[in-house]
């Protein structure tokens, strides 16, 4: 018994094929008393379970050749049998499925003994929440938790409030042929007859009733033989005159009604054989199951059914029914009489559904973690229905799709179940979609999708995968504080938040340079739903899994019938959330944050001043303890009213040893006014006229740079004796003064390209631009041999060839451009 496992009372039930079979001393059943263990009528047993591997061995006492049979074959794969064949031996494993199983031990060929054995769930309630998953799952959508042929069952019975699906007709079928065979064969024993007029050549004086046919014959001289007389009025006699007679016949309209109710099971079970054949052979061309002994089994079981109906077909009252009975036909005889009343209801039997809450009838079901699966996601669908207060008719939007014995949900992302939410928002719930946008290696198909539309905001999603696996472990308690689904489901959630890629077609903001959409992350969180009772996650939001799917975005619920909480209250929270709650929420990547932050950096318009000549330790003191800086106020330059940053240049002269010049301070505005320069105190007199405007700015505490930035390249340094611009993101990354003419993100992003490249360009300052074309044109020309590159604007660029040729180029083809050149000759 695996350690998870709930303690149950399982299930041994015995039917002896011969009436002298005993139990002997020494008969024992595992978890029941010696005293009754040998009394065949006893019914308890060892309770066996899923996903376990059980030994067994049979043995003949008298050197008899022993076997053990089963209806799924798969079962009995792994035993074998002695030399001799008194003996069999090895293991059967049930994998994931639960139920009851029958097997039979026949003796050289004979029947001996059939026993029944019943298989648990080893994660979850067996009566209750097994129990409630397959019902409700059967309930939902008719059909779907059913399979043909599997090594378990469950007892079910019929229903009227749904017809039949495929794989629920046949069940009907094995469990009505037998009683159809037996009703059709005392039809054919005890047939009811009708009399029906037939025409037939009659001796002229044995003539009873002359009709107008047989005077009409006179009249016409019809009739067989020679002339036989005359009758009255002198007309001439045939010696066999045409007259109708009542005879017995079978042809009747009940035996037609059976005949054509035949004929369209045995046409059913062609299509459903023939469709199974198709996709077994598809099955075997992709490499699946398709030629599995399962497989083979269940065709064989289909054509003898086929088989069987034939043969009714052929019994004589059916056989001699010439057409199809009359349209409304209805009979009290075929209601009531022996043998047509059982074949009757048996015939009824098919048009209708099963039940699968128990009965007499056996009934394959699914594997209980694809039983799991599907319930997962139709419980999604109705908890989704409950939070946002919507009915959901379940069976209306689901696709089932049926392949031969294969029925399943439809998958992808062409059919999702849609909801309507407040603010014009819109949630889809897609059952296994298939991401392979984005140029991802491989295509991504987590078990759930929930696509939440909002106008405003880029569509974000959020992934499900449904585990019935468990760890429930010392370690996992230690390191979640519950039982968890294994790591690698964890983990496969992280891939699917990094893997899945999508190009968002809607948004202007997620345009490339060359006007394709760009390639995104949409997947902004994911959970794994997985079996945990509801006693068990009492406390599950003081776990690290729910407070790993609050914080990070990753982690998992609990999920089963009787323990929905979780669910629910995470899907309440992720629905009722704004677009600026979902952004919020989202966990970004340390690169994005500073790409977004480089982009704000270079929106900032930084000063560098310089200092009093031969006065720079002074002035840089008083700018210190004043916190202020002046400059005369140009009316051609705006920007000194948008300025954020001053930065101060200090000389080599002013630095300590033989260091170069450098930006070494700065200081936030905090003010701009503009005053004339008598109203500036200073310590020194004013050298230009006292009227003149200045612009003074009221800084924040000056600060040193942790890295001067050095006006020192090739070994060499340029004049530096006026104020420059740049921007906060090029006092950020800077390390030459030259590098401060960069002052976008673009031009940074053009420069880090080319360094990637192994190509150093020269950085060279371009002529004074027109001051109302700010931030339209770069003040850098890149330069690599004789061709050089200069900023326009957004992410393009211009390229001049050697030869002069121009071509405008997004940013990376501009880096290809100058480090593999395009052709320089005009075309």
């Known amino acids: 018994m695996p350690e998870n496992a709930v303690a149950a009372s399982g299930t041994l039930r015995l039917w002896p094929q011969r009436r002298d079979i005993t139990l002997g001393p020494g008969t024992a059943r595992a978890g029941v008393s010696d005293a009754v263990a040998q009394n065949p009528a006893e019914t308890a047993g060892p309770p066996l379970f899923e996903e376990t591997t059980y030994d067994l061995w049979l043995s003949s006492h008298d050197g008899r050749r022993v076997e053990l049979r089963h209806r799924d074959p798969t079962l009995l794969a792994h035993l074998h049998t002695a030399p001799g064949q008194a003996q069999v031996y090895g293991h059967i494993h049930f994998g994931g499925q639960v139920g009851l199983s029958r097997f039979s031990v026949q003796i050289d060929g004979q029947p001996e003994l059939d026993f029944e054995i019943e298989v648990f769930p080893a994660k979850m309630a067996y009566r209750a929440d097994y129990a409630a998953m397959r019902e409700e799952v059967h309930a939902l959508a008719a059909g779907l938790a059913l399979e043909y042929l599997r090594a378990t069952h469950h007892g079910s019975a019929t229903t009227s409030q749904h017809r039949s699906g495929r794989l629920e007709w046949l ?7 037998g009683e159809l065979e037996q009703a059709l064969n005392y039809v054919a024993q005890h047939p009811i007859r009708s009399l029906r007029r037939q025409e037939r050549p009659v001796r002229a004086e044995a003539v009873r009733r002359p009709d107008a046919r047989v005077r009409r014959a006179l009249r016409t001289g019809r009739g067989r033989g020679g002339w036989a007389g005359q009758v009255q009025g002198g007309l001439p006699v045939r010696q066999r005159l045409p007259e109708q007679r009542p005879v017995p016949s079978l042809d009747t309209p009940e035996h037609r009604w059976l005949a054509q109710q035949l004929r369209r099971v045995r046409q059913q079970l062609a299509h459903i054989a023939q469709q199974e054949r198709r996709r077994q052979r598809q099955s075997r061309r992709a490499g699946s199951d398709g ?44 209601q009531g009489a022996p043998g047509y009343k059982e074949a009757y209801q048996a015939l009824l039997t098919l048009r209708r559904g099963i039940s699968i809450r128990g009965g007499p009838m056996d009934l394959s079901v699914k594997d209980i973690h694809q039983l799991y699966e599907y319930w997962c996601f139709l419980a999604l669908l109705q908890t989704v229905a409950e939070v946002l207060e919507e009915p959901i008719p379940a069976d209306q939007l689901l696709t089932i799709q049926a392949d031969g014995l294969r029925v399943r949900l439809a998958r992808g992302r ?73 790591a690698d489901a964890i983990n496969v959630l992280h891939r699917y938040r990094d893997a899945i890629l999508e190009q968002e077609k809607s948004s202007a903001s997620s345009a490339t340079a060359s006007g394709r959409p760009a390639t995104q992350r949409t997947v902004i969180e994911g959970t794994a739903l997985y079996p945990l009772d509801a006693e068990a996650a009492a406390d599950f939001d003081r776990t690290r899994l729910w407070q790993g799917l609050q914080r990070l975005g990753i982690g998992a619920l609990p999920f089963l019938p009787g323990s929905t909480h979780w669910v629910r209250q995470w899907l309440r929270h992720v629905l009722q959330r704004s677009g600026w709650r979902t952004a ?37 003191d ?74 003074l700015y009221h800084l924040g505490p000056l600060q040193a740079l942790e890295s001067p930035i050095l006006n020192r390249q090739n070994g060499r340094g340029q004049r530096f004796s006026s104020n420059r611009w740049s921007s906060r993101l090029a006092l950020q990354r800077a390390r030459t003064v030259t590098e401060l003419l960069l002052e976008s993100a673009s031009e940074w ?76 000759e005009p075309p």
């Open 171 to 177: 069940a009907l079928l094995r469990h009505q042929i």
């Open 291 to 334: 030629g599995s002994e399962r497989d083979r089994q269940a065709l064989v079981e289909l054509q003898a059914l086929e088989r069987r109906i034939a043969n009714l077909e052929r019994l004589e009252p059916l056989a001699e029914a010439s057409a199809p009975p009359p349209p409304g036909f209805a009979s009290l005889r075929l």
């Open 414 to 486: 062409t059919h999702t179940v849609p909801f309507d939410l407040p603010g014009e928002r819109r949630l889809e719930v897609v059952y296994n979609p298939k991401f392979q946008e984005g140029g991802a290696f491989l295509p991504q198909q987590p078990d759930f999708a929930l696509t939440l539309k909002d106008p405003a905001w880029p569509t974000v999603r959020l992934v499900l995968d449904a585990k019935y696996r468990v760890d429930d472990d010392t370690e996992t308690h230690r390191r979640f504080g519950v039982a968890s689904p294994p």
């Open 584 to 620: 919020e929420a989202v966990v970004p990547h340390s690169a994005e944050l500073q790409r977004y932050a480089w982009h704000r950096a270079a929106a900032e318009v930084v000063l560098i001043a310089v200092l009093r000549p031969r006065a720079e330790r002074a002035h840089l």
């Open 622 to 695: 008083w700018i210190a303890r004043a916190q202020r800086y002046y400059t005369p106020w140009t009316p051609s330059q705006p920007r000194q009213h948008q300025a954020k940053i001053v930065a101060f240049y200090t000389p080599a002269s002013a630095r300590p040893g033989d260091e170069p010049g450098a930006v070494t301070h700065w200081a936030e505005v905090t003010d701009i006014e503009v005053l004339p320069r008598e109203q500036i105190d200073t310590p020194w007199p004013a050298q230009r006229g006292t009227e003149e405007l200045q612009v």
């Open 749 to 824: 992003a053009l420069y880090e390209a080319l360094r990637a490249r192994g190509a150093e360009p020269t950085l060279r300052a371009l002529p004074p631009r027109d001051p109302t074309a700010a931030g339209q044109r770069g003040r850098a020309a890149f330069q690599i041999g004789g061709r050089r590159a200069h900023y326009l604007d957004g992410e393009r660029f211009e390229v001049v060839g050697t030869n002069g040729t121009r071509w405008e180029l997004p940013r990376e083809a501009t880096a290809e451009a100058l480090v593999r050149p395009l052709d320089d």
